[in-house]
């Protein structure tokens, strides 16, 4: 028997956002869920598992928390009453590196890509999931990158509800009779994100008077469109003015600063730079419109026992390797 789903105005929602997002990205319908018990990624199944062919539900058992393998195999169970075609628990080591809350998520974000089967993941961010991001990235003040947002889709992972608000994933746990798993870290204010759940939007909405998450989230979207523009723009830049390994200088000096950044950002990450910043890119952009006879610029990259620098030569940008032992000043370009 198919599932079915009461005709309430959440159902009504968070279906239409999943059946869209299902048209756009995975038309043979065929989908993972990641699930973990809470109101959104439970809202996030029931739907996908009406308007998708096949579900298949993941679980992470963080094993942090007593009682954790408990929460995990109820939620497991509760895919399949939804009408899940199947439903396993995973369970992860957590690391300490970065804090718990990146080391769970890498935890949990490399066990679904493990057990996915070539399959779309759907994660249950909501629209105020994108507002918190959308602040957290303002803060790092990286540019307009930075406040962009989650996508709906950067393969694997799939965010259908990112326009739907976690007031309705909740209504639709009660229309269904489901009683959700509240997460004590999602209430801890040790967490910079609950903080901002908790007291900075609160305070926002109160007094810009309302509207702040969506506007937030619009803003998120605006800023991908114009992004996804510039970078196609900047693409074909990048391979007009590529010698080699090597990149051209003269016509890069002379476009609009947001090309010539992201041409320099791709440039770089091709060639192998790992975590780039602002002040990264600003300083190689430094090599190009302020040239002052200065030296190569470190850009995140290594192999053993060496740093990866950018450096200017002959009128070109050119990627080469720097020693990061005692003899580190000595480059080879």
Same mark, same amino acid.
């Given at each position: 028997?198919?599932?079915?789903?009461? @005709?309430?105005?959440?159902?009504?929602? =968070?279906?239409?956002a999943v059946r !869209?997002?299902?048209?756009?990205?995975?038309?043979?319908?065929? &989908?993972?869920?990641?699930?973990?018990?809470?109101?959104? *990624?439970?809202?996030?199944? %029931?739907?996908?598992?009406?308007?998708?062919? $096949?579900?298949?539900?993941? &679980?992470?058992?963080?094993?942090?928390?007593?009682? *954790?393998?408990?929460?995990?195999?109820? %939620?497991? $169970?509760t895919a399949m009453?939804?009408?899940?075609?199947?439903?396993?628990?995973?369970?992860?080591?957590?690391?300490?590196?970065?804090?718990? @809350?990146?080391?769970?998520?890498?935890?949990?974000?490399?066990?679904?890509?493990? $057990?996915?089967?070539?399959?779309?993941?759907?994660?249950?961010?909501?629209?105020?999931?994108?507002?918190?991001? &959308?602040?957290?990235?303002?803060?790092?003040?990286?540019?307009?990158? *930075?406040?962009?947002?989650?996508? @709906?889709?950067?393969?694997?992972?799939?965010?259908?509800?990112?326009?739907?608000?976690?007031?309705?994933?909740?209504?639709?746990?009660?229309?269904?009779? #489901?009683?959700?798993?509240?997460?004590?870290?999602?209430?801890?204010?040790?967490? =910079?994100?609950?903080?901002?759940?908790?007291?900075?939007?609160?305070?926002?909405? @109160?007094?810009?008077?309302?509207?702040?998450?969506?506007?937030?989230?619009?803003?998120?979207?605006?800023?991908?469109? !114009?992004?996804?523009?510039?970078?196609?723009?900047?693409?074909?830049?990048?391979?007009?003015?590529?010698?080699?390994?090597?990149?051209?200088?003269?016509?890069?000096? =002379?476009? %609009?600063?947001?090309?010539?950044?992201?041409?320099?950002? $791709?440039?770089?990450?091709?060639?192998?730079?790992?975590?780039? =910043?602002?002040?990264?890119?600003?300083?190689?952009?430094?090599?190009?419109?302020?040239?002052?006879?200065?030296?190569? #610029?470190?850009?995140?990259?290594?192999?053993?026992?060496?740093?990866?620098?950018?450096?200017?030569?002959?009128?070109?940008?050119?990627?080469?390797?720097?020693?990061?032992?005692? !003899?580190?000043?000595?480059?080879?370009?």
């Open positions: 028997m198919n599932p079915r789903l009461p @005709e309430t105005r959440a159902a009504l929602e =968070t279906r239409h !869209d997002w299902l048209g756009k990205y995975a038309p043979d319908g065929v &989908v993972a869920v990641g699930l973990s018990g809470g109101a959104d *990624s439970l809202a996030l199944t %029931a739907a996908a598992a009406v308007e998708a062919a $096949a579900v298949d539900a993941y &679980v992470v058992d963080h094993g942090v928390q007593d009682g *954790s393998a408990e929460v995990a195999a109820r %939620a497991a $169970a009453e939804l009408g899940c075609r199947s439903a396993r628990v995973l369970t992860v080591r957590v690391g300490t590196e970065g804090g718990l @809350e990146a080391a769970a998520r890498r935890a949990r974000y490399a066990a679904l890509d493990r $057990a996915r089967s070539d399959l779309p993941v759907l994660l249950g961010h909501t629209l105020d999931d994108q507002a918190e991001t &959308v602040l957290l990235g303002l803060a790092r003040g990286s540019g307009g990158r *930075s406040i962009q947002g989650m996508t @709906e889709y950067a393969e694997p992972w799939g965010r259908p509800l990112l326009g739907v608000r976690r007031a309705v994933t909740r209504q639709l746990c009660a229309d269904l009779g #489901v009683r959700p798993w509240e997460d004590p870290h999602n209430s801890s204010p040790e967490f =910079t994100r609950v903080r901002l759940r908790t007291e900075v939007l609160p305070l926002l909405e @109160e007094v810009l008077g309302g509207g702040v998450a969506p506007a937030l989230a619009r803003t998120a979207a605006q800023l991908r469109e !114009d992004g996804a523009a510039l970078g196609e723009i900047a693409d074909e830049l990048l391979k007009s003015e590529i010698d080699g390994a090597a990149l051209r200088l003269e016509t890069l000096a =002379t476009v %609009a600063p947001a090309l010539r950044r992201r041409v320099i950002r $791709a440039w770089l990450l091709a060639g192998g730079a790992k975590s780039l =910043t602002d002040s990264n890119l600003r300083a190689v952009e430094a090599l190009v419109t302020d040239w002052r006879g200065q030296g190569g #610029v470190a850009v995140g990259g290594s192999v053993t026992g060496t740093r990866l620098v950018a450096a200017r030569e002959r009128g070109r940008l050119i990627l080469g390797s720097a020693h990061s032992g005692p !003899d580190r000043g000595r480059h080879h370009l």
